[in-house]
């Protein structure tokens, strides 16, 4: 058995199976060795990268000056370049991290992608390529990564057939089947709902320093954080999931509001490639973004509904219901006069950007009669913002900034009622 210790290497280390099985039993199964990248075949037309067992999934996105296009595949080894064809002048492999390997396709015109897919049996990708004039290409390179999975049969599979691991798929739950959580506090008192992004089989953003997954640290920070509030006992508490399970974006917000929840903040990890990018935003709902960062981020978490193609989310008509009842401002109002407090109980334990505040179309904050932040509590491509995130002491930093600004909204709230 192989195991990658170091980005710039392979270590062998040899030991007995059932060490191995006692390892798995602990730890969960991790793949022994990536994916090799086995051949890429490059036409006028399209690429083919093919692999000697199964990965994870592909993303691509469009690079300016020079003109490029990246193809990130999450749990492959990077292979060699080859010669390019048509509008691909050459295609450069290398490891982007441990665990993605990164094709480089240097253009000699301006180009785009479309159409990726996955093979049936999962060992090969396709992406479709086509020349376009400078003025679309500059709109594809800032329409962000697109990602690809492959087919669901073949997703988290061990390589090679060493070992076995189970798989349990995600459904969409109907709306009258969505299993609300316990309400947690003393009676009377006003509830809030709080979010623990991702999970299950969406392991959200992952971090270089240590491969530790967004949905962790963002569980570990809602437990700390409801503890922190019932320990004070001026609010009521409930969490969305409370363990490592998969909720589809609009059970998020649903379940908040059979509830009758009046605040709901849903905790995230952000991630950048830039990695001295660092600190903590509260996001609140605008159909119109603040910049195209923050389009992005919101495209890429609203994606977290769409397996395989599937969307999980809901109908089209539920959309635009829900968008039809945003018209209802005050929510909206209320929601941003939050952010401001947030920042203002919390700055003294969590670094915050300097923008802190932003505006989003995220699909979990669109409940339209209650108000609703969706809290990125840092970059988890930040080393100190990584090492805050999950650790302890940093989990329970963010907890005490977010019980203070819930319970002052609270008792806002009731002062202007008396």
Known sequence: ?????????????????????????????????????????????????????????????????????????????????????????????GQYDPETARLVLDLARPAVFANGSFAADGRSFTLDIRPVSQLQFASAADAGRARFLPPMAFRARPPRGRGELTVR????????????????????????????????HDPGAI??????HEKDATLAIALATRDALLASGRVRVALTRDDDRFLVLRERYEIARRLGGELFISIHADSAENRDASGATIYTLSEVASDRETARLASRENAADIINGVNLGGADDDVRSILIDLTQRETMNISARFASLLRREAGDTVPFRNDYHRFAGFAVLKAPDMP???????????????????????????????????????????SSTD
């Open 169 to 200: 798929l995600p459904r969409a739950t109907p709306a009258g089947e969505i299993e609300l959580p316990e309400i947690q506090g003393p009676r009377g008192r006003p509830l809030v709902v709080i979010d623990a992004g991702h999970g299950g």
């Open 372 to 414: 609703s932040i969706l809290f990125e509590s840092g970059y988890l491509t930040n080393s100190s913002d990584a090492r805050r995130l999950f650790s302890r002491d940093g989990q329970r930093a963010i907890a005490r900034g977010l019980a203070d600004a819930i319970e002052t909204h609270f008792a806002r709230r009731i």
């Open 1 to 93: 058995m192989c195991l990658r210790w170091t980005k710039g290497g392979i270590a062998r280390q040899y030991g007995t199976m059932s060490l191995m099985l006692a390892i798995f039993a602990i730890f969960g199964w991790q793949p022994a060795l990536a994916t090799a990248i086995e051949a890429v075949n490059v036409t006028p037309e399209r690429i083919t990268v093919q692999f000697d067992d199964y990965v994870e999934n592909a993303s691509a996105f469009v690079l300016d000056d020079p003109y490029r296009i990246a193809i990130d595949v999450a749990g492959a080894r990077a292979g060699s370049g080859v010669e390019g064809a048509g509008p691909i002048r050459a295609v450069r492999q």
């Open 207 to 212: 971090s270089p320093y240590g491969n530790r």
